[in-house]
């Protein structure tokens, strides 16, 4: 059964400090893992998709890598805007996408 | 503009009652879905369609209806059935599932009193 785990599940940061989120999964055959924003009652935003082991991709702050067995969200010097929930997905053969419980991310001033 | 649009936003129904949420795209998607999110658990798939007039089960799918009569709707109805309805629901769409980008709406929110 693919499975996909996020830590930690709540980050706490001041205003500067850099920090990471994990996101391993366990799935056979990857076609993609996905990185996901969602804001207080709000539908998830969506953000980057990685497909092969080695690959990065940024926007702004945050830039997400990928390994065999995990991907990290690299959040550099973080502003109070960057406050969210980040949800990591992956996608496997021909059924939907298998979501994380997500790291719920709070960025003090 | 292009988007997925669910509403209603807020929505609050008596016990024993079905309720119906909408779900409508003009991304051209050839996939819907509907999630529920409740705290902590994340995203739970209910439903997913890849195909008019055809859908699949998701992993909590007992106590929900759904169909899929035109391309661009996906309707979920939440029955009588359903033990625990009060939740946040997203519906989502993309070209394909296999690996595709799924994109979300904003959300509806369901209270049963």
């Known amino acids: 059964e693919d499975q996909v785990t996020q830590s930690p599940e709540a980050l706490r940061l001041q205003e500067g400090e850099s920090s990471s989120l994990n996101c391993s999964y366990t799935?056979?055959?990857?076609?993609?893992l996905f990185w996901y924003r969602q804001d207080p009652g709000k539908g998830p935003e969506f953000l980057f998709t990685l497909y092969s082991a080695g690959e990065e991709k940024e926007k702004e702050r945050l830039k997400a890598t990928l390994t065999k067995k995990e991907s990290f969200l690299h959040i550099t010097a973080p502003k109070p805007e960057d406050s969210a929930t980040y949800l990591c997905?992956?996608?496997?053969?021909?059924?939907?996408?298998?979501f994380g419980k997500g790291t719920r991310l709070s960025v003090i001033a | 503009d292009g988007g997925i649009t669910q509403s209603p936003k807020y929505l609050f129904r008596k016990e024993g009652q079905n309720v119906t949420l909408s779900c409508e795209q003009n991304?051209?998607?050839?996939?819907m879905y509907w999630y529920r999110q409740d705290p902590g658990q994340g995203l739970r798939l209910i439903y997913y369609?890849?195909?008019?007039?055809?859908?699949q089960k998701g992993d909590i799918a007992e106590g929900y209806s759904v169909s899929r009569e035109k391309k661009e709707s996906f309707p979920l109805t939440v029955t009588s059935a359903q033990k625990n309805p009060t939740a946040f629901y997203l519906c989502?769409?993309?070209?394909?599932?296999?690996?595709?980008?799924?994109?979300f709406g904003e959300g509806s929110w369901l209270t049963v009193v």
């Open positions: 369609s890849q195909i008019v007039n055809d859908f």
């Open positions: 991304l051209n998607h050839d996939a």
């Open positions: 989502a769409s993309s070209k394909l599932t296999s690996g595709n980008t799924i994109y």
């Open positions: 997905a992956v996608g496997t053969g021909n059924t939907p996408l298998v």
């Open positions: 799935v056979s055959g990857l076609r993609g």
